[in-house]
């Protein structure tokens, strides 16, 4: 008598099956961990560069409406201060030291914002009616390099420039431009 034989795989083939898919699905996963540590150094790029245009944008925004610009320079602090006929007394601060190490905080009255983090230095010169920012940004992603991103800014003081001057010659109104040729 003979015995029916069912076809079925053998031990060896079933071996030889899960080792390839084992290199596969390693190699699969190596693949997924390496877009993940890609992605991870460009998202944080990415909010390290929006962090620090913003401040920049924001700070130039209200520095061309600015009088009496104030810069106190620290071992540990720089201190933007200026006034704004629109909203008062503005200040921008920065440390390097502390429990705000490496912000930039706006500060209106008693109300303060975050504007940046992670900035790694800040400058700040005035001459003559020109302000001049320069900040740079570094942030540190899980994986890989730290990455570092630097901005320069000029701004011509409207308050300070001959194109503007107060309204009726006085002092406290509002400027109006007055274009080159004019009296």
Sequence with gaps: ???????????????LTTVISTFLIAGIYATLLVANRAWSNYSENVVV??????????MVEELREAR??????DTTRLVVSFYRPETGIVT???D????NTGKIIRQIQDKARVLAKNISSFSVVEDKGVVELAVTATGIPAFGEAVSFKMRER???RSETNYFRPEGGRRGLRNVYVPRGAS
């Design 1 to 15: 008598m003979r015995i029916k034989q069912k076809p079925a795989f053998t031990l060896v083939e079933v071996m």
């Design 49 to 58: 560069r929006q962090e620090s245009r913003r401040a920049l944008v924001w």
């Design 68 to 73: 009496n610009v104030e810069i106190i320079r």
């Design 92 to 94: 921008y601060v920065w």
């Design 96 to 99: 390097t030291a502390g429990e």
């Design 155 to 157: 701004v011509t003081l």
